[in-house]
């Protein structure tokens, strides 16, 4: 397990460690998509991860989903956005911002302008979402035009400018778990007949397209992106070709010279060692629900650089001090996970904090 705590170079940073907090939306912005109050203390808890992955943020009105997610498109978000990563570095921690356009996975309720969602076609996701009336039915979404197929890629563009102006150290684009750029890849979300639509090349050509501009704005070395290949929630549905989608995708990626890949991996190994081989920048690697005394094991086999973990830094300030330690863990509580107060999110104890009480 030692190699985890040794610092590994990402893209233009050097990292403390190959321990990462992976993104997770604890939906305590304000309404305009302002982060809140205490995401700066909450992010800052957790600094000595070796890079923070901060929650999916959308990077345009259209790009909400859920409720009180934050936003990295305005002035009030860059200097709400200022605080944390001023927070993160005063600690000695990295802070990226993820990029999420939540796509169809979106209620009207939800959002600033109040209009449906919008997706690569007209299919709804076939689930419900909870919203500021309760749990609701997804609307069936509007199909995008090409058109502004092109300007989503330029809001892309503009909230990683953003997030660079906010002192973000990089952003990673969501290409996970059945938003947006992921509704492109699957015939399930998208039977468009334009570039965007068919073929692997063309249903993979929205998130090429958005690495690349967004490479442009800030550099590759600042630039990273999520996929989880095999995803089949919320209508989504990959098809055969799937895989063959992914090392396609993979291959034409790491051509860009990003900072890393983050993948959530679903459970095919062929196709995650099929990635790792072509794939020459820094991997981070995610196991949902992954057994404590598993930790390390990817870095250490060579199979990852880095590994995520959500729910245990959720629960886990000090979660690096804890492994060095061998010491126990909190508990995620599941309660705390979306909206409310500093209940559930800043108040998780250190070890000394618990071991004093
Ligand atoms: C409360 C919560 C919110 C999440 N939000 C996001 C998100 O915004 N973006 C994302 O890519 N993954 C999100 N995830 C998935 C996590 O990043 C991670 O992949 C997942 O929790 C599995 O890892 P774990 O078993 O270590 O928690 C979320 C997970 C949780 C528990």
Redesign the pocket.
């Given at each position: 397990m030692s190699k985890l705590f040794d610092p590994v170079r990402v893209g233009r940073h050097t990292l403390q460690n190959r321990l990462v907090m992976?993104?997770?939306?604890?939906s305590r912005a304000q309404f305009d998509g302002t982060p809140g109050e205490l995401a700066a203390e909450y992010y800052a808890q957790r600094a000595s991860a070796g890079l923070i992955v901060a929650?999916?943020t959308q990077p345009s009105d259209d790009g909400q989903g859920y409720l009180t997610t934050p936003g990295i498109y305005t002035d009030a978000h860059v200097a709400g956005w200022k605080r944390t990563t001023d927070a993160v570095h005063a600690k000695g921690g990295r802070i990226f911002i993820?990029l999420?356009h939540a796509g169809r996975m979106s209620h009207p309720d939800n959002t600033p302008h109040h209009r449906e969602g919008v997706a690569p076609s007209a299919i709804a996701p076939g689930t419900g979402m909870f919203t500021a009336k309760g749990m609701q039915d997804i609307p069936v979404p509007r199909a995008l035009t090409t058109a502004e197929v092109h300007r989503t890629v330029q809001d892309f563009r503009h909230a990683a400018r953003r997030a660079v102006e906010a002192g973000a150290d990089g952003v990673e684009i969501?290409g996970?778990?059945a938003y947006l750029i992921q509704q492109f890849f699957a015939p399930s979300a998208n039977t468009r007949t334009d570039a965007y639509g068919g073929s692997i090349e063309n249903r993979t050509r929205f998130a090429i397209e958005v690495a690349t501009a967004i490479a442009e704005e800030i550099g590759a070395d600042r630039t990273a992106i999520?996929l989880s290949p095999g995803t089949t929630m919320w209508g989504i549905d990959e098809g055969d070709e799937g895989p063959d989608l992914y090392r396609y995708l993979v291959a034409e990626l790491d051509k860009l010279g990003l900072a890393y890949l983050h993948i959530?991996h679903q459970g095919n190994d062929p196709l995650l060692a099929d990635i790792r081989k072509r794939w020459k920048g820094s991997l981070i690697l995610?196991?949902?629900?992954?057994p404590r005394e598993q930790i390390g094991a990817d870095v250490a086999s060579g199979l990852a650089d880095l590994e995520?973990?959500?729910?245990?830094t959720?629960a886990n300030p000090d979660f690096v001090d804890r492994l060095k330690a061998n010491a126990p863990m909190n508990e995620?509580d599941r309660n705390g996970?979306?909206g409310g107060t500093a209940q559930g999110y800043t108040d998780y104890p250190t070890l000394s904090e618990t071991r004093a009480a």
């Amino acid at each position: 397990m030692s190699k985890l705590f040794d610092p590994v170079r990402v893209g233009r940073h050097t990292l403390q460690n190959r321990l990462v907090m992976a993104p997770m939306t604890r939906s305590r912005a304000q309404f305009d998509g302002t982060p809140g109050e205490l995401a700066a203390e909450y992010y800052a808890q957790r600094a000595s991860a070796g890079l923070i992955v901060a929650e999916g943020t959308q990077p345009s009105d259209d790009g909400q989903g859920y409720l009180t997610t934050p936003g990295i498109y305005t002035d009030a978000h860059v200097a709400g956005w200022k605080r944390t990563t001023d927070a993160v570095h005063a600690k000695g921690g990295r802070i990226f911002i993820q990029l999420m356009h939540a796509g169809r996975m979106s209620h009207p309720d939800n959002t600033p302008h109040h209009r449906e969602g919008v997706a690569p076609s007209a299919i709804a996701p076939g689930t419900g979402m909870f919203t500021a009336k309760g749990m609701q039915d997804i609307p069936v979404p509007r199909a995008l035009t090409t058109a502004e197929v092109h300007r989503t890629v330029q809001d892309f563009r503009h909230a990683a400018r953003r997030a660079v102006e906010a002192g973000a150290d990089g952003v990673e684009i969501h290409g996970a778990n059945a938003y947006l750029i992921q509704q492109f890849f699957a015939p399930s979300a998208n039977t468009r007949t334009d570039a965007y639509g068919g073929s692997i090349e063309n249903r993979t050509r929205f998130a090429i397209e958005v690495a690349t501009a967004i490479a442009e704005e800030i550099g590759a070395d600042r630039t990273a992106i999520r996929l989880s290949p095999g995803t089949t929630m919320w209508g989504i549905d990959e098809g055969d070709e799937g895989p063959d989608l992914y090392r396609y995708l993979v291959a034409e990626l790491d051509k860009l010279g990003l900072a890393y890949l983050h993948i959530m991996h679903q459970g095919n190994d062929p196709l995650l060692a099929d990635i790792r081989k072509r794939w020459k920048g820094s991997l981070i690697l995610n196991r949902p629900g992954r057994p404590r005394e598993q930790i390390g094991a990817d870095v250490a086999s060579g199979l990852a650089d880095l590994e995520s973990y959500g729910q245990m830094t959720l629960a886990n300030p000090d979660f690096v001090d804890r492994l060095k330690a061998n010491a126990p863990m909190n508990e995620a509580d599941r309660n705390g996970f979306f909206g409310g107060t500093a209940q559930g999110y800043t108040d998780y104890p250190t070890l000394s904090e618990t071991r004093a009480a």
